[in-house]
């Protein structure tokens, strides 16, 4: 039996996210210091933004923050949000702001077989499928920092593509229509 869950996150959840790891290089005080900033400022976003402006703003852009556990340890963490481009009466334009996979899970199968990270990008797909209406037409994104070699690969294996970079040319954009 799996112990393999999703929630939105809560209150409660505030010393869990504080110590969520995701960063391989824990010892630095500063993003510029890392082998990988992508995943020191992910780790960051989610220990200290994320539960605030979710639990405070729970109307702008419908930004979530989802949390995926496994027994009782936290797996992974997400915070999808509609983006400028959404069109309430076409299609339903999503943006995957952050994921990341706790460090010792990263690779990793959990209780029900699935690798951690498309359990979390299952729960996001669940999430915001059920956030609109049935029937709606919604396209989901992310836009990744090339060298966050996993996190593209990730995504490509989910079936979310690499569509080609951001307006500033600084990132690659995945999209997929998930509905």
Same mark, same amino acid.
């Given at each position: ?11 409660? +959840?505030?010393?869990? @996210? ?16 890392? $082998?990988?900033?992508?995943? *020191? #400022?992910?780790?960051?976003? %989610?220990?200290?933004?994320? %539960? ?9 852009? +419908?930004?979530?923050?989802? @949390?995926? $556990? =496994? /027994?009782?340890?936290?797996? /992974? ?6 983006? +400028? +481009? =959404? $069109?309430?009466? &076409? ?11 706790? %460090? ?5 199968? !959990?209780?029900? &077989?699935?690798?951690?990270? *498309?359990?979390? @990008?299952?729960?996001?797909? #669940? =999430?915001?499928?059920?956030? *609109? #209406?049935? &029937? ?6 992310? !836009? ?10 990730? !995504?490509?294996?989910?079936?979310? !593509?690499?569509? /080609?970079?951001? #307006? ?5 954009? *995945? ?5």
């Amino acid at each position: 039996m799996s112990d393999v869950r999703w929630r939105p996150a809560a209150r409660a +959840d505030r010393q869990a @996210l504080q110590q969520f790891t995701c960063c391989p290089d824990t010892d630095h005080p500063r993003k510029s210091d890392c $082998e990988q900033p992508w995943a *020191h #400022e992910v780790q960051g976003y %989610l220990r200290q933004t994320a %539960l605030p402006f979710c639990l405070r703003n729970p109307a702008a852009r +419908d930004q979530r923050l989802i @949390l995926v $556990e =496994d /027994g009782p340890a936290l797996v /992974g963490a997400a915070v999808h949000a509609l983006t +400028d +481009d =959404d $069109e309430p009466q &076409g299609v339903r334009d999503r943006a995957i702001v952050v994921y990341a996979v706790a %460090l010792d899970c990263q690779g990793k199968r !959990l209780s029900d &077989g699935r690798r951690a990270s *498309h359990a979390i @990008l299952d729960a996001v797909v #669940e =999430d915001a499928v059920s956030r *609109h #209406e049935q &029937g709606a037409r919604i396209v989901m994104n992310a !836009l990744v920092d090339p060298r966050n070699i996993s996190s593209c690969a990730c !995504l490509r294996g989910y079936g979310i !593509l690499p569509r /080609g970079r951001d #307006e500033s040319g600084e990132f690659v954009l *995945h999209a997929a229509r998930i509905s």
